[in-house]
């Protein structure tokens, strides 16, 4: 099956301070996803981005699939930015394969 | 974006006992709904297809006469644990894609599963 692979594993940031979170897979997709899962496990949806580049608020993220990788931008980061970040690719409908997930850990 | 609910958000059930976890897209319909769970401190994995009218499809390693999935209408999914072990204590969450034309998921906020 498909390996995703996340990197760095674990992120130590002042507040204040950009970030830039990696996704590397090993065969072409038509899915990929950033999440971020909050304290009370909820997967929040940051991106839908199996191409392209997209910007939400201080979130942005770049996938270039011919190169199989996706970059998660954070810029200014707060606290509430604190947890873990999974990117989460698919290549059948629904189906999604999980990476080990970046912990992102934000000091005041 | 879609939203998907689960229910009950946290259990604790005793050794040998059944759990049931429901699934429900609230504002669509879900003709295909994946559970997933998760393990402490590690990352999500995809247990079954659950398939409105017809039967689960189950990935490899993962019991289907253990974890019995019912797909009952548009809107519901259903996870039984049966004859649940202190092992299949867990965290457990379900999505559904939000649109028929994107392959975007959707996920529930989880259920706990604690068995002692």
């Known amino acids: 099956g498909i390996q995703v692979e996340q990197s760095p594993p674990d992120l130590i940031l002042q507040e204040g301070a950009n970030s830039t979170l990696r996704c590397n897979f090993s065969?072409?997709?038509?899915?990929l996803q950033w999440f971020h899962q909050n304290p009370w496990g909820q997967l929040i949806n940051l991106f839908y981005?199996?191409?392209g580049t997209k910007q939400n608020g201080r979130l942005s993220a770049t996938t270039v699939a011919t190169e199989r990788y996706s970059l998660l931008y954070i810029s200014s980061s707060q606290t509430t930015d604190s947890g873990v970040y999974f990117c989460?690719?698919?290549?059948?409908?629904?189906?999604?394969?999980f990476g080990q997930g970046t912990i992102l850990t934000v000091h005041p | 974006g879609a939203v998907v609910s689960q229910h009950p958000s946290r259990v604790i059930c005793k050794s040998g006992t059944s759990v049931k976890i429901e699934c429900r897209s609230l504002d669509f319909q879900a003709t295909t709904m994946f559970w997933y769970r998760q393990f402490p401190k590690q990352s999500l994995m995809l247990m079954a297809t659950?398939?409105?009218?017809?039967?689960?499809?189950?990935e490899q390693g993962v019991e289907k006469d253990k974890f019995l999935i019912n797909h009952a209408s548009l809107t519901l999914s259903t996870l039984t644990v049966t004859s649940a072990h202190p092992e299949d204590s867990s965290f457990y969450i379900c999505s559904a894609p939000g649109r028929k034309t994107s392959y975007e998921q959707y996920f529930g906020p989880g259920t706990r599963l604690t068995v002692t």
């Open positions: 065969d072409s997709v038509n899915n």
């Open positions: 981005i199996p191409s």
């Open positions: 659950s398939n409105e009218g017809s039967k689960a499809t189950y």
């Open positions: 989460a690719v698919g290549t059948s409908y629904g189906k999604l394969t």
